[in-house]
């Protein structure tokens, strides 16, 4: 028996390390909040957007629900790095990262970061 308090609807403790990174992408101001589960895998991704109740807002509110769930049924991170990368909408263009000057989409930058964050789904440092 463990002594880590679990969260019993989806498996994950309640409390977890994390990382949160304020970044714009053409203007568009936002903020990339994850989690890892103590072994250092990434459990959670929320991304949100200054638009509040913009279609934008939304939009990345399913993306963090997609990148959530299927980080924690087991889908590997690069999966999702390899289909986010250079999607294609608006905002994109440049970015005030200086690891990735320049993004296509909000999901080409969130997939980058990701992938430098956490190579391999696992986290940095």
């Excluded at 977890?16 to 990174?21: I, K, L, Q």
């Excluded at 279609?55 to 990148?67: C, F, P, V």
């Excluded at 005030?96 to 000057?101: C, K, L, S, T």
Aim: charged share 20%.
């Amino acid at each position: 028996m463990t002594d880590v308090q679990l969260d019993a609807r989806v498996g994950v403790p309640r409390r977890r390390s994390g990382a949160t990174v304020g970044f714009v992408v053409d203007g568009t101001e936002g903020h990339l909040v994850t989690a890892v589960l103590a072994d250092g895998r990434l459990s959670d991704v929320h991304l949100s957007v200054d638009k509040q109740g913009s279609t934008l807002a939304g939009m990345t509110e399913a993306l963090s629900i997609a990148l959530t769930a299927g980080l924690r049924a087991g889908a590997p991170l690069s999966a999702f790095v390899e289909q986010l990368r250079v999607t294609s909408y608006p905002p994109a263009g440049p970015t005030d990262d200086p690891e990735i000057p320049r993004a296509t989409s909000l999901g080409d930058y969130v997939a980058r970061r990701l992938d430098i964050d956490y190579p391999s789904g696992r986290q940095v440092g």
